[in-house]
Each structure stands twice: as structure tokens, then as C-alpha cells.
């Protein structure tokens, strides 16, 4: 079987970075599969990164390899991640993108120690990460690597809030039609509303709505949708319409559900 190599980074795809990493990766490993997941993520935002790659990896099969160059330059730790959870690695700076996407233990996570100013460390992906990625998908050995740690660095993030009236959520992903997805979870909601009365508070009490619609297309053009997606997240959205600017929401925006 090919090996499948992924990439999620915030280098837009005008730079030559994208070619660079994945020519020195094919000159050691021939029979191997690129899938670009994304490289639209807002510079270092390593939550947006984590969010995008939590949403798709599990479609991938065991041992694929994940190469995440988001913030990925070193501090002056120079510490460098690398994990196996769900059969698949994972591979980053070590800035907290898989507590971010991993809901358990690792399976195997090793520090990689690379000091602040190694050579080529302005590029990473291409000095360290590829090089880790040919090694691993030669090898697998991830104890080999590094120093074996028994959980990855996690902070909170990607998780709504529950207090005993309310849902404190909010905006983590704009998507490409301006539709604002939150981290408030259908699973959440079923558990604490479910049944009750309800409001949806949109950035302040002044916007709000009490309906979760099935579609988009349960309510007419220009109006307010509300919605739990295909990712189980309660989605903000505008029918034929821009959500994020018309209703002035962006990431980190406040998105509340009030419950009775």
C-alpha cells in the first residue's frame, strides 16, 4: 500500500514551500500519496489547524502520516512532536495542536529535542518534519526518535462551557461561504437542552433565535439559520448569504444557548 502523507498549513499556495517538503519526501520515498488537507489556516492559529484536521483524519486509513506546519518554528525550547493516536501519526511543533484533536492518550508520543537555532530551522517541514515522516513510514518506531512522554500538551480550546442555565460556546471556523461553526456539539445540546426552552445568543443579547432548523433550505433567502452540521457543531448561517459579516461574527465570537 502507497504511504499517505498529509499537509495542513497557513502557507497559501504561492510559495514554493509545498513543492520544496514534498520533493526532498519523494526523493527517499517513491511510492507515496500528498493529500493537501489545507494550507488556507490563518497564520500560527493552531486551534484553526486542529480544528480542519479533527474534522477529516479519521476518513484516512491506519499509518497515515499527518505533517501539521502551523507555528512550527522552534522557541527556544525547540521541541518538536511526535505522535501515533487512532493507527496514524502525527507530526508538529510541540505548541498543543494534538490536545487539541486527540480526545485520549496517545497511543505513542516522543519529544524530539532540536535546540532554538539548528540549521535550516526557518524551515522545518522541510529540515525536520519530512525527514521524521520518511523515517517513520520506514520504520514506525516512534521510541527510536526522541523521548517517550505519556500525554501530549493540551489546552483548552475546542470545548463549549456548561454552567447550570447556559452553553457558553464559540465561533471557531469560518468556512469559504462565511458560515460561522462553533464548538457547541450536537451531543452537548441533546444533554442539557434537549426538550427545554431555548435561545441561540449571537455576540450579544440583541441577536438571537430559539430554532435549530434540519437544512439550510428551511427558511427562506436572507434569513438566520441555525443548524448542527455534518461534524455534530451547531453552524451559524444565513441562507444564500454571508453569516461572518453580516452579523458581524468572526473567530472567538461569543455564541451562548440560554436554556429553561
Given at each position: 500500500?502507497?504511504?499517505?502523507?498529509?499537509?495542513?498549513?497557513?502557507?497559501?499556495?504561492?510559495?514554493?514551500?509545498?513543492?520544496?517538503?514534498?520533493?526532498?519526501?519523494?526523493?527517499?520515498?517513491?511510492?507515496?500519496?500528498?493529500?493537501?488537507?489545507?494550507?488556507?489556516?490563518?497564520?500560527?492559529?493552531?486551534?484553526?489547524?486542529?480544528?480542519?484536521?479533527?474534522?477529516?483524519?479519521?476518513?484516512?486509513?491506519?499509518?497515515?502520516?499527518?505533517?501539521?506546519?502551523?507555528?512550527?518554528?522552534?522557541?527556544?525550547?525547540?521541541?518538536?512532536?511526535?505522535?501515533?493516536?487512532?493507527?496514524q501519526y502525527f507530526i508538529c511543533n510541540d505548541n498543543g495542536c494534538t490536545g487539541l484533536i486527540f480526545e485520549h492518550k496517545p497511543e505513542t508520543?516522543?519529544?524530539?529535542?532540536?535546540?532554538?537555532?539548528?540549521?535550516?530551522?526557518?524551515?522545518?517541514?522541510?529540515?525536520?518534519?519530512?525527514?521524521?515522516?520518511?523515517?517513520?513510514?520506514?520504520?514506525?518506531?516512534?521510541?527510536?526518535?526522541?523521548?517517550?512522554?505519556?500525554?501530549?500538551?493540551?489546552?483548552?480550546?475546542?470545548?463549549?462551557?456548561?454552567?447550570?442555565?447556559?452553553?457558553n460556546g464559540e465561533v471557531i471556523y469560518i468556512d469559504s461561504y462565511s458560515n460561522a461553526i462553533t464548538n457547541i456539539t450536537k451531543e452537548i445540546f441533546d444533554e442539557y437542552v434537549s426538550g427545554k426552552k431555548f435561545e441561540i445568543l449571537l455576540n450579544t443579547n440583541q441577536l438571537k433565535t430559539d430554532r435549530i432548523h434540519p437544512s439550510y433550505k428551511s427558511v427562506d433567502k436572507g434569513e438566520l439559520v441555525c443548524i448542527f452540521n455534518s461534524l455534530g457543531l451547531l453552524e451559524i448561517a444565513i441562507r444564500e448569504g454571508k453569516a461572518s459579516q453580516l452579523l458581524s461574527l468572526n473567530r472567538k465570537s461569543s455564541i451562548r444557548i440560554r436554556f429553561k
Open positions: 500500500m502507497k504511504q499517505i502523507i498529509t499537509f495542513t498549513t497557513d502557507w497559501n499556495n504561492s510559495d514554493y514551500y509545498i513543492g520544496a517538503v514534498k520533493a526532498s519526501i519523494i526523493a527517499k520515498i517513491s511510492d507515496v500519496v500528498f493529500v493537501d488537507i489545507s494550507h488556507d489556516i490563518e497564520s500560527f492559529s493552531v486551534s484553526q489547524a486542529a480544528f480542519i484536521l479533527k474534522s477529516v483524519y479519521k476518513k484516512f486509513p491506519a499509518d497515515t502520516i499527518h505533517i501539521i506546519g502551523v507555528d512550527s518554528e522552534p522557541d527556544i525550547n525547540g521541541k518538536i512532536l511526535a505522535a501515533k493516536y487512532d493507527s508520543a516522543v519529544i524530539i529535542q532540536t535546540g532554538f537555532a539548528f540549521e535550516g530551522c526557518s524551515f522545518t517541514e522541510l529540515n525536520v518534519f519530512s525527514d521524521i515522516a520518511i523515517y517513520i513510514s520506514k520504520n514506525g518506531n516512534l521510541s527510536d526518535l526522541g523521548n517517550l512522554v505519556d500525554d501530549v500538551s493540551r489546552f483548552a480550546g475546542l470545548t463549549a462551557q456548561i454552567e447550570p442555565d447556559m452553553i
